[in-house]
């Protein structure tokens, strides 16, 4: 075990001069699939050991933040409690319900687009497509894009410093906008999904408003920009590997929903922009050959995992069906990500309609793609051309 970090790179430096986050945990899990930090915190970048913790909630607690946030940071029943209540926002059901709005969104940013000219795929797709499609959901009015817009770049920059008085700044900030949102909706005037939570309890008991604001902010403040991040992710794979390009036109000309859902998932997987999760342990244990303490902070890293030749023996290779049950892109055991369905939509919705309303995508020729800087993964430039039908 050694006691450098993947992540220890010059936070400050510009985007796209530091190497690939994942060449770097790629070779790190080959010599070093568990990592202690200078902090005493662990992290673990083998499929095997992030997949044994992930499924052992009483060994790896998840109550690993000073602050009560829901239900990530929840154990046992409360956590199964809240999860109930948070499921039933996310059913198959209401997940297809929220479909049509996807599209029409996904529809008037593509139409908009120019053609022939250099499209920034994160700036000029993948954040007004995130914050419009949520803000529909929420019920939240379209006034209120712009701050959203303005509030995801200022929370990937604080990211990318590491700063986290800065970090605490802008969750601050967020907090407030969703509580300007919730006093709107006191009066009972406004019926939409924000004042359905309002009026939800958990084991017959109304949520606080603080526990509305937390949930609020799980499904919002992190699917923002982690949504936008995709869309990078995914755009710059098939921009840049004209073969896939085309299978996923086959799949649209073909109306083949399910397998672009595997597909996309398949592309987060070899390019995950989900980096990771924190745990504690809550008892002393062994965790790949090395003894760990009780209440040592251990880091499941996801995009190390998704990328283990252990599992998947050519990890950038596209291949969903065989990988599919070893991914690891939304989590797994009981903290898996509640949102699965409504995320592989709203990005199906998206690049669906990008394939369907372009006759090529490549990348501009003006500039190349950026990295983003680690602990953030990803892409933070994807300038492209799109060429008309």
Known sequence: MTETRP???????????????RVMLDAQRETCPVVRGADGSVALLGH??????????????SAVSAHRALPNSLDGEEHRAYRRLIDA????????????????????????LPRGATVRTVLDIGT???VRVQATWLGWPSEIEQELVDWVAENREASRSGDRQRLAAVAES?????TRLLEARRDGSIDDVTARLMR???DGVPLRHEEIVSILRNWTAGDLGSLAASVGVIVHHLATDTALQSYLRQLVAADRVQDFEDAIEEILRIDDPFVSNRRVTTRDTTIGGEEVAAGTRVVLNW?????????FPEPDAFNPVHHADANLVFGIGPHICPGRALTLMELRVLVW?????????????????VRELPPVSGWAKVPIVLDPR
């Open 200 to 202: 939800d309890k958990v």
């Open 128 to 130: 007004p497509y995130a």
């Open 174 to 178: 967020f907090d407030a906008i969703i």
């Open 7 to 21: 992540d220890d790179i010059d936070p400050h430096a510009e985007a796209g001069t530091q190497p690939d986050l």
């Open 48 to 61: 095997a050991d992030v997949r044994a913790a992930a499924l052992d909630a009483e060994l790896f607690s």
């Open 353 to 369: 309609e990008l394939l369907a309303g372009t006759g090529e995508i490549g990348m501009s020729e003006e500039r190349g793609p």
């Open 89 to 112: 926002y996310l059913t198959a059901e209401e997940v297809e319900a929220q479909e049509p709005q996807c599209r029409a969104h996904a529809a008037a940013i593509v139409d908009a």
């Open 303 to 311: 995009t190390a995992a998704n990328r283990d030749p252990q599992v």
